[in-house]
Structures are given as structure tokens and as C-alpha cells.
């Protein structure tokens, strides 16, 4: 019965750290998460304006 007590005050000092390193993992990644939401990752319109050109066409073109 001692055995099996000491094994379990000897995790338990590892499993609270484990605990800590999830909340602050989870907390960064809710973070990250909301200032992604925040900034929205949007960009303004801008137009697209380019000079195109075209080949020359004939009176007798196929429609």
C-alpha cells in the first residue's frame, strides 16, 4: 500500500505541470486564433486595370 502511495505523490507534481503546459498551449492557441479573427486577414479592392491587346480583325469574320 505505501508502494502504490508514493508512486502516486510522485506523479502528481507531473501531472499538474502537464495541466499547466496544456492550459498555456490552449491559451496561445486561442490567442493566435483571435487576433487571426480580429485582423480578419482582409486586404482593400484594388481594380485590376491592364492594356490588353487584340489581334486585328477582318470585315468577313465568322460569327
Not at 4 to 29: C, D, E, H, N
Request: proline share 5%.
Amino acid at each position: 500500500m505505501s508502494v502504490l502511495r508514493s508512486s502516486v505523490v510522485r506523479s502528481a507534481p507531473r501531472t499538474a505541470a502537464k495541466r499547466r503546459l496544456g492550459l498555456l498551449v490552449a491559451g496561445l492557441v486561442l490567442a493566435a486564433l483571435g487576433l487571426a479573427w480580429i485582423d480578419g486577414g482582409e486586404r482593400a479592392l484594388r481594380p485590376i486595370s491592364e492594356s490588353v491587346t487584340l489581334p486585328a480583325t477582318s470585315g468577313n469574320a465568322a460569327a
